[in-house]
């Protein structure tokens, strides 16, 4: 039985970004992803995450105002080692724009019951027992995590469920979901801010 090892030397925060092409050229063109606000209550609603161009955010309302919004969401990736494989338990660290309406930091990157990514709350602290408590882990396909630094650009990675289903853009109501079920092919790319995060 597989024990994943906890590598905070190894984790990192991000920016991060949708490719809807295998891309050779910097800098990469992509589409940024981050969480949403549907404008009911900012702690109640949303949380899917939004990888596309920005038509979502209602651009009438005054900033204190709640609405809806897709906001610039900052990552973290907690890395868990498994028989020389790397897996990372993904949360929300921050807004980049700090907006006082966004109430996801520490929220967990999981799968709805039909196959939609959104961000969840998490109970169990950084570092925990991720085999244990069963909490979803994500493959980056194609990332050398011996390679990231501080401000390191990473594309063309394929972004794996731990059910095994790679990762698509589904457009619906010309909202750009990510989705484990459903959709077209595209990569992700990481811009990594800061490495040895936990």
């Known amino acids: 039985m597989s024990h994943y090892q906890f590598q905070p ?11 809807p092409g295998f891309s050779t050229q910097e800098p990469v063109q992509g589409s940024r992803i981050g969480d949403t606000g549907n404008g009911d209550s900012p702690f109640t609603s949303g949380g899917w995450l939004h990888a596309g161009v920005d038509k979502y955010t209602d651009l009438r309302a005054a900033p204190y105002v709640i609405a809806r919004r897709k906001f610039r969401t900052l990552f973290w990736f907690g890395c868990y080692e498994t028989d020389g494989e790397y ?13 006082p309406h966004w109430q996801r930091c520490g929220h967990r990157l999981d799968v709805s019951r039909n196959g939609y990514l959104a961000l969840y709350s998490a109970g169990e602290a950084v570092g925990h027992d991720a085999l244990a408590a069963g909490t979803m882990l994500w493959r980056l ?7 990231l630094g501080e401000g390191v650009g990473v594309s063309n990675l394929r972004l794996i469920s731990l ?21 077209e092919d595209g990569y992700l790319h990481l811009q990594v801010l800061s490495i040895g995060a936990a």
């Open 9 to 19: 030397e190894k984790s990192f925060i991000a920016k991060l970004y949708w490719q």
């Open 141 to 147: 396909d194609g990332l050398d995590v011996s390679l």
């Open 163 to 183: 059910h095994g289903k790679t990762v698509k853009r589904l457009i619906e109501d010309d909202f750009p979901y990510l989705s484990e079920q459903q959709g």
């Open 87 to 99: 897996d990372f338990e993904i949360r929300a660290v921050r807004d980049e724009d700090s907006h």
